[in-house]
């Protein structure tokens, strides 16, 4: 990523964060992180690595959706949901060739 762009995912990040009602100290304080944390992600310096809830909690706080959350912090360059169909289709062929496909769920 150049400057360029890491200018405009920071931008879109500091918009994103100054239509929330809430201040970061009470982001964190609700998402259970501490202030410099959310005021490192707000300035784009580092992105959240959560736990599930702890996600859910910043989604919450932020009015978004969990997509729009991994959209908003994601680095352009990366495409975490291609490299992750691609890392199960591996697992699944590998279960094919042992002889032990995945169960289809019943409905």
């Given at each position: 990523m150049d400057k360029e762009e890491k200018h405009n995912k920071k931008s879109k990040i500091m918009e994103y964060f100054s239509k929330v009602s809430f201040s970061q100290e009470e982001i964190a304080s609700f998402v259970g992180v501490n202030r410099n944390t959310v005021s490192e992600w707000r300035n784009g310096r580092s992105?959240?690595?959560l736990d599930p809830a702890r996600t859910a909690r910043l989604c919450i706080a932020m009015k978004c959706s969990l997509q729009e959350l991994v959209d908003l912090f994601q680095p352009e360059e990366s495409t975490p949901s291609l490299e992750l169909h691609e890392e199960?289709?591996?697992?699944?062929?590998k279960r094919k060739k042992r002889g032990r496909p995945f169960k289809k769920e019943e409905s």
């Open positions: 992105i959240p690595n199960l289709e591996k697992i699944t062929s």
